[in-house]
């Protein structure tokens, strides 16, 4: 007879839960250790996040840009972020509800056509609208590698960047892509095609802009003017400085007639962190505020410290704070923030004036 078999009652009922014990700490172990050893699912997100396509006049407004078709009838054309990354987004034309892929046509012309392709082969233009009215066309206008630089084009041939600007301000380029050699890439719903065209992180590209807007973001893709104002309601620009060769931290100054120039700060006031103003030679403060298309001024403030950051917003009337940036004439983006460099809240005295941070445009 088996050991086993000669435990009692009680015996086995021991064993028996403490067995029941051990799967269950295994079952758990392997179900930890699976969670462990397979990567969680990055590509999901609730619904999608969609992004505005515009093109960026150089002086930092934004152009519409809308697919038509033949009748001249307008359809919107967006990025879609449908995953947790925003390096590579579709590009596509909102049309009755449906997704209309955009893609670059093969051609033997100089520019290369940028057109919207339905699921029955139809082709729809892709065009800029500008303040007028008019329509620009917006066409691939050269490679650089496997990459096809994609422009809105003026009557004058002027380019103008195309870009895909999120709701809070993020900003990435509208590029064409090619994935092999060959001059037709592939054929979309029986049309021939020459590249993708995809929004892709921005790398920056050479400028040798001196002065860069500074513009408040809508979160339905217009830009709002930021200005300083005196006592007596004269308005002037705000601008960003780039004196070198370097993007990384530009100077943010109200200009002041022809030739002055005015340091911008977060200041000390009333136990306040959060005023911004512009400061005088002899102190006089100037209002920094956001213009909205009703020529309304908006408050412009800190709104928060993340470390050694403040963040700058703009405050629309129903409380929605809008992003604060730079934009350069070639339509790069820099963020608009307050730095602290030591840890005291008096930073300096400017002028008679207590700075508790220094605002600067930085990458974003």
Sequence with gaps: MSNLSKLRPGHSLLLAIIGVGLLSFVVS??????????PPNYDKVEGERIWHVKAIHPEGYFLDVKAFDSEGKQYDVKA?????QTTLMDVKVIMNGAKIPIKILQSDGRFMPVKGITKNGVILDIKAIDAKGETLDVKGIGHSGSIIHIKAITKNKEFYGIKAISPSGELNDVKGFKVSKNPIETSVNGVLIHAHVKAISQTGCSSDSFIWHIKAIHPEGRTLDVKALDKEGNIFDVKAIQNSNQKSMLDIKAFIGDALQLPIKVILID????????IGEDGTLYDIKAMDKNGDLLEVKGTGRSGNLIHIKAIDKDGTHLGIKALSPEGELNAV?????????LEMELNGVKIYAHLKALPQ
Excluded: P, R, W, Y
């Design 29 to 38: 172990s392997f179900t930890d250790l699976t969670s462990i050893l397979e």
């Design 80 to 84: 879609i972020q449908d995953a947790d």
């Design 271 to 278: 136990q306040s962190k959060s005023t911004i103003k512009a």
């Design 337 to 345: 923030k307050g730095v602290k460099m030591i840890d005291e809240d």
